[in-house]
C-alpha cells in the first residue's frame, strides 16, 4: 500500500476516524506523518486509542458555553469522569455504574450498541439467564397474541410468572 | 542461568502442525478480557491489591483446576530479563504492555504455547488461545472453557447491561478480540489489497500488521479482527469474521491464480530471486527479510520452491526478530551485527531444509 500523501513510500501508518458517524481513513508513510503533524503510535505524544477515545469522551469541551455539569467521581476508586475522558480507561468495575448513562452515547460510538448481550458467567449469571428468558418469552407471547394463538400464549405467560418467582426468590 | 523453555524454540509446538487453509491463514486468536469484582483494574491496582490479584489467579492453575492443559509453566514477569520478555513478546504470547507495563504481571504457559493467560495486563485476566491454520472457532471454544474454569473459581465484574466489564470501553460486553493472521502476498500484487481492507474496515473489522495495534504490516502479513465487543454475542462475533476471513481467502487464492495465469515468469522470476538472495546474502535488515521471506512463502504455496517447507519460514518468523536473534547470539548486537547475524541464520535454515 502506497502512501496517499507523496505516493512513494510504502504506507506504514493507517488511520480510521470515525467522527459523528463519518468515516475516514488515512493510509501514509511516517515521513509524511511527521511532516502533517498527525500522531506516531509509540512516540512521544503518540497515538493511541486511549487519545482517540478521550477525544471521543470529551463532551465538556464540545458544548461550548454550556453550564459544566457537576463532577461525578467514582466512589470506589475515586476516579472522576474527567479524568477517565483524559485517560479513556476506567479505574475499576464500580465506574461503570458510577457513571452510569453517561457511558451510553460513548459505547455507542465505539459499538454501536449500550448492551450485552453474550456469554454470561454461569455461577454470577444466573439471574441474567433468567432474566433474558423472560425477555425472550415476553417477545414470543406478545407474537403469539398478535396471532391470536392466546392458548399457547397463555401457556407462556405462566412460564414467565414462575420464571419471575424463581427471580425473586434468588 | 538455564534457558527458559520458551527461548529454546522459536517455532511454538503449536505452530508445528499446519492447520486448515494454512496457504493463506498462517494462525487464528482469540482473547478474552475479564477482571476480579472488587479489584480496581491494574492501572489503579496498588502493589498489595495487584499481588494478591496475581496470587488468586495463580492460584486457579497451582491447584490444578487446569490440569486438562497438560502441564502448566508460571512465570512471573519480574523474574524475567527484558530480553526473555521481549522473545515473549515476539512468539505472541504476551502483549507489549504485559512486557513493559505491569506491576506483578504473570504468564501461565502451556506446554504447546498455544493457551497463554496474562496476568495483571491492561485488564486482570486475559485468556489468550492461539491454533494454526484458519481455526478462530476452535481457538473461541478452547478459551471459553478455560473462562468457565476461572469463573467456577472467581467472582468476575459482571454486571447486567454491561457485560464483562473492561478497563478500556474498547473491550466491555464479551471481552473477545478473535483474529487471524492472513498472508496476502497476491492481493498486494495486483493492487487490491486497499480496496479490500477498507471494505473489512466497513464491516466492524480491524486490520493490522503481525504486531498488533500500531504495527506496520510488514512481510504482507495482515491481522483481521474484531472491533466491536458489546451488543453482538461471541457467536456472532466469531461468525462474522469467520465470513470475511473466508472471502479474503478466496480473494488472495483468485489472485494467486491469476498472477500465475497471467505473468508466471515474473512471479516466478521475483520468487526465485529472494530465494536466491536470502540463501546467499550476507546482510539481511528486517524489513527485506520480511518482504523476501513473503515472496518464498508466496513461492511455496505456487509451488514453485517444492525444497523449502512452510514450516521453516514460520521458524524464521520469529528467529529472526531482534529479541530471538540476541537471545541465540548473544545479548549485545550491534544492529548491524544483527543483520549479518540474521543473513546468516537464514542461509543456514534454508540450506537445511533444501
Known sequence: MQCQECGKRPAT???TKIVGGEKTELHIC?????????????TQGGFSIHNLLSGLLDFEHAGAGAAKPPAVRCDSCGMTYSQFSKIGRFGCSNCYKQFGERLDPLLKRVHGNTVHVGKVP?????????????????????????????????????????????MGAG | MAKRNFVKHALSQWMQKDGPESDVVLSSRVRLARNLKGSPFPMLATPAQSQEVMD????????????????????RLSELTELEKLVLVEKHLISPNLANESRNGALILDQQEDVSIMVNEEDHLRIQCMRPGFQIREAWETASLIDDVFEEQIDYAFDEKHGYLTSCPTNVGTGIRASVMMHLPA??????????????????????????????????????????????????????????ARQMIEHERAARSRLLAESRTRVEDRVRRSYGILSHAAIMDSKEAAQRLSDVRLGIHLGLLPQVQAKTLNELLVSTQPGFLQMTYGEALHPEQRDVTRADLIRGRLAVSS
Request: aromatic share 4%.
Open chain 2, 56 to 75: 488468586q489467579l495463580l492460584g486457579v492453575a497451582e491447584n490444578g483446576r487446569l490440569n486438562g492443559l497438560g502441564p502448566l509453566e508460571l512465570i
Open chain 1, 122 to 166: 454461569k455461577r454470577a449469571g444466573g439471574k441474567v439467564k433468567t432474566k433474558r428468558e423472560i425477555d425472550r418469552l415476553k417477545q414470543e407471547m406478545q407474537s403469539r397474541i398478535a396471532r391470536e394463538d392466546f392458548e399457547s400464549a397463555a401457556k407462556l405467560r405462566d412460564r414467565i410468572r414462575e420464571l419471575e418467582k424463581e
Open chain 1, 13 to 15: 501508518l493507517h488511520f
Open chain 2, 187 to 244: 492481493l498486494v500484487l495486483t493492487g487490491q489489497i486497499n480496496r479490500i481492507l477498507s471494505a473489512v474496515t466497513q464491516v466492524g473489522l480491524a486490520v493490522r500488521g503481525l504486531y498488533g495495534e500500531g504495527s506496520e504490516a510488514t512481510g504482507n502479513l495482515f491481522q483481521v479482527s474484531n472491533q466491536i465487543t458489546l451488543g453482538q454475542s461471541e457467536q456472532e462475533i466469531i461468525e462474522n469474521l469467520h465470513q470475511v
Open chain 1, 30 to 42: 511516517e515521513s509524511c506523518a511527521r511532516d502533517k503533524g498527525e500522531f506516531i503510535p509509540g
